[in-house]
């Protein structure tokens, strides 16, 4: 039995050898060996070991980069020292200065420079020779705890790679970041469900590292550079270019592009050669950073308030070119925002040909006096899109014409709207083929009508094949249409037309959020419906009714007036009325109104409900529950381990109060 389980276990440190090995092949290496698939295959084999011999687990072991929860908030790290910016510099000239300040200072120092990756800094410390926590950074000061999905990072070592036990416990820093490629694959994937995409890799770096599911996390494929060995004096370590080395042999990704230098002029020269070279990494770089390399001249030279003496960053200039802009074309997104978009001659342009380019919309396009025919200056600074910066008006012909903003849209010829700022242009009409497909999915959502049977791809044929204008048009598909879609049979077709016509009894808050008005999210649908017993009632309401209520303001109130004034919504209500959609308020609503609208929020752990449960005795007692802080929350509960959000509401002044007073609200009312 015994032999059996050292049996096993040779067969599971031979899998987390293949597993670690692979990984590196994939993101140090960029040379992977096997499909995805077959790497799963791998991990999923592990999973089940593991599962099945529970004392044979690690806290190194690969599955625990995939394992974890999703996270209500992330808590809050206090960095044991804080984490600094650094100071920019622009041109050669300011890094011979920044030479000649610290020449005042100390003799004999020789530079470290490094390729500046344009990501995101964390904090990684390590205690035990394992992965304890990993930190954004934040203010500087404290950041968020974002450890699970640091550990998602393969290159992320979850056991350092040593045994000697001096390293045992020690802080590193990097960057995370993404690659070009991997960018492009999430962009089109949010492009497909009409998501915004991404401007560069540092923006998508950040937002991955932001959600709150490390599964999520887990697909972005993040990596992460590290470039800082935090007091490593303490640990022997004389130099940044040695303690890049040692960092390297403990496990950590260290970005080979290192330079020691003995003169600042040496720099520059490297400076220059990557700013030539940058387009041919597959990771984006917005400049170097040059550090003092000996710790002990660090010391001497110290830090600022803000960032440290004995480094600096070289920005890169955005790169430019010069083409002829052809045409003005105007795009309607999902979302209905109408966006001028420039057609160019095609240029080459940070190694890529450029066809088009943002002109954000027509104040931007006035400010620079940009024309039709005129000659321009596009760059393109780590953003993907490029953008059109000037017109050379000393070439123009007089030929040039000057563009405006239609005022309909170009998809669906209805009159467009401008919002509060008078600067974004949008189609409203809830028959505009543009946004079809995001109004109807958000009309199935699951806070809206609930239908979920009504998934992407086949709202995509729907729209596809004209067969609804509108997400009332859902109530009068039939069998026979839905039958004859791709991937719909007779049952699946059945069942969806069943759960569309459970939809038909959902409450009015639903309906109201459903109907996709502007400004009008679940939480301020509940609040109508604490307010008006029927949507005919809302639709009925004059703005001042609406200002009455608390918590809706102008910009809300008239994007429901708006809303309900339009040809194009009346057309759609009589639809869903023809269907027998319900508009009323549901009985349970009016009765059970004890918390009377009270909105709530929750932060730490309870010891007598889950966070749902806690959130469903407040909901069936008239009351609300948010997840972001702001002034308009009544109560705070605080349960143990509160997360950022205890500190914001003490911050604001808001009611705060434990599991027990929370207890003691509920019995009272
Ligand atoms: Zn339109």
């Not at 959600?211 to 800082?228: A, G, I």
């Not at 070119?321 to 966006?339: D, E």
Request: charged letters at 35%; hydrophobic letters at 35%; a positive charge.
């Amino acid at each position: 039995m015994k032999q059996d389980l050292e049996k096993i276990k040779d067969k599971i440190e031979k899998l987390r050898g293949e597993i670690e090995y692979h990984n590196r092949r994939y993101y140090i290496d960029a040379m992977p060996e096997i499909s995805d698939y077959e790497y799963d295959l791998l991990m999923k084999d592990l999973i089940e070991l593991e599962e099945k011999y529970p004392s044979l687990k690690t806290p190194d072991s690969p599955t625990q980069r995939v394992g974890g929860a999703p996270l209500d908030e992330f808590k809050t790290v206090i960095h044991k020292k804080q984490m600094l910016s650094l100071d920019n510099t622009y041109s050669p000239d300011e890094l011979i200065e920044f030479d000649n300040r610290i020449k005042k200072i100390t003799e004999k120092v020789t530079y470290v420079a490094e390729l500046k990756i344009d990501g995101v800094a964390v904090a990684l410390h390590y205690e035990n020779f394992i992965l304890k926590t990993g930190a954004t950074r934040g203010d500087g000061i404290k950041g968020d705890d974002i450890t699970q999905n640091i550990k998602t990072i393969r290159t992320v070592p979850l056991k350092i790679k040593t045994n000697e036990k001096k390293f045992s416990d020690i802080e590193v820093r990097g960057e995370v970041y993404l690659s070009k490629k991997q960018l492009d694959i999430i962009n089109q994937e949010r492009e497909s469900k009409g998501e915004p995409l991404f401007a560069n890799t540092r923006n998508a770096a950040a937002g991955s590292l932001r959600l709150l599911d490390p599964k999520e996390v887990s697909k972005r494929k993040l990596n992460v550079f590290v470039y800082s060995f935090e007091d490593a004096v303490k640990y022997g370590i004389k130099t940044q270019f040695e303690a890049l080395k040692i960092l390297e042999k403990l496990g950590f990704a260290v970005n080979p592009n290192v330079k020691l230098c003995e003169k600042i002029e040496e720099v520059i020269e490297f400076c220059n050669e990557w700013e030539k070279k940058r387009n041919d990494l597959p990771y984006s770089i917005d400049g170097m950073v040059i550090k003092v390399n000996e710790f002990e001249k660090q010391e001497i030279l110290g830090v600022t308030s803000k960032s440290p003496r004995w480094a600096i960053s070289y920005k890169f200039k955005a790169e430019q070119a010069k083409t002829k802009l052809n045409n003005i074309l105007v795009q309607v997104g999902r979302q209905g925002t109408l966006t001028p978009v420039a057609e160019l001659e095609p240029v080459k342009l940070a190694g890529t040909i450029v066809k088009r380019a943002t002109l954000h919309n027509q104040e931007e396009i006035e400010r620079k006096d940009i024309r039709i025919g005129d000659w321009v200056i596009i760059e393109k600074a780590g953003e993907i899109i490029p953008e059109v910066i000037r017109s050379l008006k000393e070439e123009r012909t007089g030929n040039e014409k000057i563009f405006k903003m239609p005022d309909k849209c170009p998809v669906c010829g209805s009159d467009v709207t401008k919002d509060e700022g008078g600067v974004i242009i949008r189609c409203d009409n809830l028959q505009c083929r543009a946004q079809l497909e995001g109004r109807i999915l958000h009309f199935a959502e699951r806070d809206a009508m609930n239908i979920e049977g009504l998934g992407k791809a086949l709202v995509h044929q729907l729209v596809e094949k004209r067969m609804v204008d509108d997400y009332g048009d859902i109530y009068f598909l039939d069998i026979f249409k839905l039958a004859s879609l791709e991937r719909m049979g007779q049952k699946s077709s059945e069942n969806l037309l069943n759960q569309i016509k459970e939809s038909k009894k959902r409450d009015l808050d639903n309906l109201i959020y459903a109907l996709g008005i502007r400004n009008v999210g679940k939480h301020t649908a509940e609040i109508l419906v604490d307010n008006f017993s029927s949507l005919y009632d809302l639709m009925k309401a004059k703005k001042e009714d609406l200002l009455k209520i608390k918590e809706i303001g102008d910009i809300v109130a008239n994007s429901i007036i708006d809303f309900f004034k339009r040809k194009d919504t009346e057309k759609v209500i009589e639809k869903l009325k023809k269907a027998g959609v319900n508009f009323n308020k549901s009985k349970s609503k009016i009765i059970k109104n004890i918390l009377g609208g009270k909105v709530f929020i929750f932060t730490g752990e309870l010891k007598n409900y889950s966070r749902q449960e806690a959130a469903n005795i407040v909901k069936s007692s008239g009351g609300r529950v948010v997840s972001a802080i702001s002034k308009n929350i009544d109560f705070v509960v605080v349960g143990e381990n509160p997360g950022s959000k205890y500190e914001k509401a003490k911050k604001l002044n808001l009611k705060i109060i434990d599991e027990q007073e929370f207890l003691n609200l509920i019995k009272k009312s």
